[in-house]
């Protein structure tokens, strides 16, 4: 089971985005990394396409490093680290460091 899953709330705890916090848009596996909503963004300057007639400045999420990002804990607020319970009926859930079930919403 992962640790980070799409539509977790996350705060990043180093670099230029230190301290704020979004929810998870997209996972990298791979590459070990993971999109924010709203942070880490850069701009592309696009070239006119047949598809794209206009062209400019995008501006878009690039992923960030998984190791930079920890979920918040939804009893305290503050980024926590995930531990996995099973349950009596052998089922698995995320919990944080305070006990609480981290997951979606």
Known sequence: M???RVG???QVISGKEEGKQG???KILADEDRVVVEGLN???RHQRP???NQEGGKITKEAPIHASKVMPVDPAT???T?????VGEDGKKTRVGKSGSAIGVG
């Not at 680290?81 to 319970?85: A, D, G, I, Y």
């Open 8 to 10: 977790d709330l996350v």
């Open 41 to 43: 963004t850069v701009t």
């Open 49 to 51: 396409t047949p598809r």
């Open 23 to 25: 929810r998870i848009t």
């Open 2 to 4: 992962k640790r980070l």
């Open 77 to 79: 607020g503050k980024p």
């Open 81 to 85: 680290r995930v531990k996995v319970r």
